[in-house]
C-alpha cells in the first residue's frame, strides 16, 4: 500500500493598502478607545459631579491641569475622525458616483484637520485665570 504525501503550495500575497480597511479598523479601535474615554467623561462630569455645578469655573479648575487637558485632547481626537468617519460611510452609501465621493472625502478629511488643530489649540491656550474673571461678570 503506498500513501501519496500531499502537495503543500505556498504562495505569497502581496497586500496593498487599501484606505477602507484601514478606516474600518479605526473605527473599531477608536470605538474600544472612546468607550473608555467618553464614560469616563460622563462618569466624571455627570456622575460624581453634579450637573449644576458644570460651570465656566469648573472647567477653569479642570483646565488649570495639563491631565484634563491631555485628557479631552485624546478624547476629541479620537471622537472627531470617528464621527466623521461614520458619516462618510452612510453618505458612501447613498452616494454611488466616485468623483462626488471623492470630493466629500476630501472635503471631510480638511474638516476633520481643522477641527482637530482649531480645537486642541484653543484647549491647549485656554487660560483659567481669564475664565475665572469672565465667569465672575456673567450672572447667576
Given at each position: 500500500?503506498?500513501?501519496a504525501t500531499p502537495t503543500i503550495t505556498r504562495r505569497k500575497v502581496q497586500v496593498k493598502f487599501n484606505f477602507e480597511?484601514?478606516?474600518?479598523?479605526?473605527?473599531?479601535?477608536?470605538?474600544?478607545?472612546?468607550?473608555?474615554?467618553?464614560?469616563?467623561?460622563?462618569?466624571?462630569?455627570?456622575v460624581l459631579n453634579s450637573s449644576g455645578n458644570l460651570t465656566l469655573i469648573f472647567v477653569a479648575d479642570q483646565?488649570?491641569?495639563w491631565g484634563w487637558k491631555v485628557y479631552d485632547i485624546f478624547l476629541l481626537l479620537f471622537a472627531i475622525p470617528h464621527g466623521v468617519n461614520g458619516l462618510r460611510n452612510v453618505l458612501e452609501d447613498y452616494i454611488h458616483n466616485p468623483k462626488t465621493i471623492r470630493?466629500?472625502?476630501i472635503v471631510l478629511a480638511i474638516f476633520v484637520v481643522a477641527?482637530?488643530?482649531?480645537?486642541?489649540?484653543?484647549?491647549?491656550?485656554?487660560?483659567?485665570?481669564?475664565?475665572?474673571?469672565?465667569?465672575?461678570?456673567?450672572?447667576?
Open positions: 500500500m503506498t500513501s480597511r484601514y478606516a474600518y479598523m479605526f473605527m473599531r479601535m477608536s470605538g474600544l478607545i472612546l468607550l473608555i474615554l467618553a464614560v469616563g467623561h460622563m462618569m466624571i462630569q455627570h483646565w488649570n491641569s470630493i466629500i472625502n477641527t482637530i488643530i482649531w480645537a486642541t489649540v484653543g484647549i491647549a491656550l485656554f487660560d483659567p485665570e481669564a475664565a475665572r474673571q469672565a465667569a465672575q461678570g456673567l450672572p447667576g
